[in-house]
Structures are given as C-alpha cells and as structure tokens.
C-alpha cells in the first residue's frame, strides 16, 4: 500500500506540474494529509489531483472503471463532465477493454482521452486502471501518470474496416513511445518497491520493540499509506503518545520524518 500510494504522489506531482502549477510532492501532501477528513474541497485543486491516483492506488480494480468512479475522478482532476459524457466514456472503454492485445489498449486509453476532450492524465489513469484489469490485478499500480516524457496521447483517427469498435487505430511511432514511457515507469516503480521493502523490513523488525498502545495499528497504517500526520486519530493512543511513539521509531531508523518542520509532523517510511 505505501509503494501504491507513494507512486500516487509522484504521479500527482508530474500532473500538477503539466496543469502549470507549483505544488511539488511535499506541498501535495500538505494540501491532504493537513485537511480535515472528509472536507475534500479544502485540499484545493492540485490537492484533488492527488486525491484521484490516491483513488487508483487504493480502490478496488473492478471498480476503477465504473460510471460512478469515472464521474468522481473526472471532477478530481478539474473536469465537470455530465452524465452522458461520462457515460460515452464508460462505454468507449468497456468496448476497449474487451477489443484486441494489450498494446491497443493502451493506446486506446490515451486516443480515448483525448477524443472526449481530456489531457494525457487522464488517459495515463485510464491505462493502469486498464492494464490492471487485463492482468487481472486486486489493485492498480500508478504507472504512466509520474512519466513526465509522455508526450502527446495517441490521436484517434478513423479506423478502416474490422479496426476496433471505438473508431481507434494505432500510430505505431506512437505506440512506440508510450511503450517506452511505460518501460521507463515500470522500472522506477521496482526501484522505488526495492527501497520501501528495505525501510518495510526494518519496520516490521524494530515493531515487537514497541510497547506503546495501539503500536500494531500504527505499523500497519505506516505499511499501507505514503504518510501519517502526528496528529492522526488512532483508537487507544493519544496525541502526545503517537508523537513519542514516532520519536521512537525515528531513533530506531524505521521511520523518517518527511515535513523537515517541528511543527505539523509527517512521518513515513
């Protein structure tokens, strides 16, 4: 879970950048993890970007690709499309997802995108999601969304006969570059997922060592998000003993503080 989300943020950051913006990833998980929970519309909008590859690393795969989701992420990355826009949508991609091998789909994703009117972001969210249901993953990996050299999506054009039900073909020079951008982002991933099982391990070793309440709870959030804020609300810690209790796991090693500030803390592997 934290390698999901953790790639979520460097996805946000790549998307915010693109959007002109000058929110860098610590200032993203500022804008959420520092808003109170479930006032979503405070995180601002470089916050939302955040919240939607948070919404592809943690929701379940099958339903990434729903009316009701694609409807909650279009709005998250600043689009208000209506009901029938995203139901076209909807219905593109299910065509995609059932039509030929995995390279046309994911060029699909992208000419889909672009055809509705979205930007590359979009289509890169649209391609983990559909590349986790074609191997049959419980969860998507942010992929495409952190590669910055992405370039221009795919461009629909029509299709000769027997082509694909969406009216989608594929540039090869196109296809190309996109398979590179997800070559290049697939390894970053791995070297990402090799670091955070090194600073995982030495979690999980030091965690017997902790005899605050509630410590398990903590170690599992810790295991399964990018960050937690010191003043998170755990069931049977209060507040001064989760900041001793990341004082502590800092002193170990097993944890690092990310904000560099005193004040506000955020602690993660």
């Given at each position: 879970g934290a390698w999901r989300q953790r790639l979520a943020l460097s996805a946000a950051a790549v998307t915010a950048k693109q959007a002109g913006r000058v929110e860098d990833e610590n200032a993203l998980r500022d804008a959420v993890l520092l808003?109170?929970?479930?006032?979503?519309?405070?995180?601002?909008?470089?916050g939302l970007l955040l919240l939607a590859w948070r919404r592809l690393a943690a929701r379940?795969?099958?339903?990434l690709l729903t009316k009701r989701n694609l409807a909650a992420v279009?709005?998250?990355?600043?689009?208000?499309?209506?009901?029938?826009?995203?139901?076209?949508?909807t219905d593109d991609l299910r065509q995609l997802a059932a039509s030929g091998g995995t390279v046309v789909m994911m060029t699909g994703a992208m000419a889909i995108a672009e055809r509705h009117g979205f930007g590359r972001a979009i289509g890169a969210?649209?391609?983990?999601?559909?590349?986790?249901?074609r191997l049959g993953w419980a969860q998507a990996v942010p992929l495409l969304g952190a590669e910055a050299a992405l370039?221009?999506?795919?461009?629909?054009?029509?299709?000769?006969?027997?082509?694909?039900a969406t009216g989608i073909e594929t540039d090869p020079e196109r296809a190309k570059s996109l398979l590179a951008a997800q070559a290049r982002a697939a390894l970053r991933a791995i070297d990402l997922f090799a670091?955070?099982?090194r600073r995982a391990d030495r979690l999980l070793a030091v965690a017997p060592k902790l005899r605050a309440k509630?410590?398990?709870?903590?170690?599992?959030?810790?295991?399964?998000?990018?960050?937690?804020v010191a003043s998170e609300k755990i069931a049977g810690m209060s507040d001064r003993g989760l900041r001793r209790l990341f004082d502590r796991l800092v002193e170990l090693g097993a944890v690092r503080e990310l904000s560099g500030r005193s004040t506000f803390r955020i602690y993660g592997l």
């Open positions: 808003t109170r929970p479930g006032d979503f519309l405070s995180v601002g909008p470089a379940p795969a099958e339903e279009l709005e998250e990355f600043g689009y208000a499309p209506d009901d029938e826009g995203v139901s076209a949508l969210w649209l391609a983990d999601a559909l590349l986790a249901q370039g221009a999506s795919a461009r629909p054009r029509r299709s000769a006969a027997g082509a694909l670091e955070l099982e509630a410590a398990d709870t903590v170690v599992d959030k810790l295991l399964s998000d990018d960050a937690i």
